[in-house]
């Protein structure tokens, strides 16, 4: 069965904090991403990668950073955590090179920052 | 740019009534055309998917969408509602080329009573 991991489904930190979320997927898929997901606006695309150490920036960068040393591994960073990124992040993966097709969801991690 | 238009935040059906969800899509060429769904605290599972060929798509979970080019959409329909049938559903547009990226509409929850 395909499999997109994420490592925390539920985390509680602090303003100013440094934040990292883990993706791993196990279907040797080029292309990973990262969504944020609020009420009432959907799914909103903040970095993916097409390959290892590669990564473009997608609709709302702005406070994130990401990582991907190893295809397998996605890594979102918020490098000083604020209230406005309580959230759901959504990390995807998918395996059609640059054509568009389907995406595997993890379960998501949501994210409250006091 | 492409983009995607979900009219109802909410629908209620009752149980055992037939289904229709909106999703209407702005794209130059012909679109990659998706419904996912979203039960609570889960990720995202695609229900159906639309390429090319037969306008009329059947997903899983008895679930079919048609492609109506003229009026840019993709409905979302069931015959018949089933009580676990109420989840959070969106419909998302892809680009033929360039870098894969979904964009997602604003998402219809639906709501199934006894």
């Known amino acids: 069965d395909v499999k997109v991991t994420q490592s925390s489904r539920y985390l509680v930190k602090r303003t100013g904090e440094k934040v990292f979320l883990e993706c791993v997927q196990d279907?040797?898929?080029?292309?990973m991403f990262w969504y944020r997901q609020d009420p009432g606006l959907g799914l909103r695309l903040i970095y993916f990668?097409?390959?290892?150490?590669?990564?473009e920036k997608g609709d709302i960068p702005e406070g994130y950073s990401v990582s991907r040393e190893k295809k397998e591994r996605f890594s979102l960073i918020l490098e000083s955590a604020s209230t406005n990124q309580t959230s759901m992040y959504l990390c995807?993966?998918?395996?059609?090179?640059?054509?568009?097709?389907?995406?595997?969801f993890g379960e998501g991690s949501r994210l409250t920052v006091l | 740019a492409q983009s995607v238009t979900q009219p109802d935040i909410h629908i209620t059906v009752s149980e055992g009534a037939s289904l229709e969800l909106r999703c209407n899509y702005s794209?130059?060429?012909?679109?990659?055309l998706f419904w996912y769904v979203q039960s609570p605290g889960q990720g995202l599972q695609l229900l159906l998917k639309?390429?090319?060929?037969?306008?009329l798509v059947q997903g899983i979970k008895g679930f079919e969408a048609e492609f109506k080019r003229s009026q840019s959409s993709f409905n979302l329909r069931k015959p018949s509602v089933h009580w676990s049938d109420a989840a959070e559903y969106f419909c998302?547009?892809?680009?033929?080329?360039?870098?894969?990226?979904?964009?997602f509409g604003t998402g219809t929850r639906l709501l199934v009573s006894p």
């Open positions: 995807a993966s998918s395996g059609w090179g640059r054509v568009t097709g389907e995406l595997f």
């Open positions: 639309y390429f090319s060929g037969d306008t």
């Open positions: 794209y130059g060429a012909t679109p990659y």
């Open positions: 990668s097409y390959d290892v150490k590669m990564k």
């Open positions: 998302a547009v892809g680009a033929y080329t360039g870098f894969q990226k979904l964009v």
């Open positions: 279907m040797d898929h080029e292309n």
